[in-house]
């Protein structure tokens, strides 16, 4: 049996050809409803001269259509050629710590479009995602909903979106917006974070005031004291 890293980066290299079934044109063609409706939505959001990073961003499609003064950041787990004016990244967003790379602090909107539901481990994602993105930074994250029926390492995470919620508060997210947006595959889970200090984590089950050093620690911390 080959090794986990190693085999989940050779699926997402090959995710588009060998998985899809579609060259990265076509691919794109096939998502044009989402792709309009997710572009709608941010274009409602003061976004000019602001980074924005799209992790999971494939072709770049929707970080074409933002505002020229923008930073633009394209990560993703395949390589891909993206245009000149946005700065490329590869990474393995289970395992590597993908902040060390690109930044902290540095990123005002984060984009994370039906990445979410293929990961093995969330939890890391989402804590490098953090160090990237500015404390009081917009993070904007979809994944489909229950009734496409897509599966996932970690169905009971997603389904049902509460329990999603729980986890985004649990790395000190503050729900701003949320709403189902409708795609040509079924329905997808909109959510739109706005990134907290860790002073206002908010797990499930706080520990009481006797307990000092677990208040305002990461998750992993707080459930390994």
């Not at 990265?24 to 409602?44: A, E, F, G, N, W």
């Not at 986890?167 to 907290?196: C, D, I, W």
Request: net charge negative; glycine share 6%.
């Amino acid at each position: 049996m080959s090794d986990l890293k190693t085999n989940t980066k050779y699926i997402v290299e090959n995710f588009y050809t060998s998985e899809v079934g579609q060259n990265l044109k076509d691919y794109d063609k096939s998502h044009t409803q989402r792709i309009k409706l997710t572009t709608d939505h941010l274009l409602k959001y003061e976004i000019k001269d602001k980074v924005v990073c799209d992790m999971g961003c494939g072709t770049g499609i929707i970080l074409k259509n933002l505002d020229s003064t923008n930073e633009l950041i394209g990560v993703d787990g395949a390589k891909i050629e993206l245009e000149d004016n946005i700065t490329r990244y590869q990474c393995n967003f289970d395992y590597d710590q993908f902040s060390e790379t690109i930044g902290e602090q540095r990123v005002d909107h984060m984009l994370s479009f039906e990445t979410f539901e293929h990961l093995t481990n969330p939890y890391n994602f989402i804590f490098e995602c953090k160090k990237i993105l500015k404390e009081g930074g917009v993070f904007h994250i979809s994944y489909p909903t229950m009734h496409v029926q897509h599966n996932t390492f970690y169905p009971g995470l997603l389904w049902p979106s509460k329990s999603f919620l729980v986890f985004m508060s649990q790395m000190a997210f503050k729900l701003e917006k949320q709403f189902e947006m409708p795609t040509r595959f079924g329905g997808v889970h909109f959510y739109v974070f706005e990134n907290r200090p860790w002073e206002e984590v908010k797990m499930m089950w706080p520990h009481d005031k006797s307990k000092e050093k677990f208040r305002g620690q990461p998750p992993h911390v707080q459930v390994n004291l």
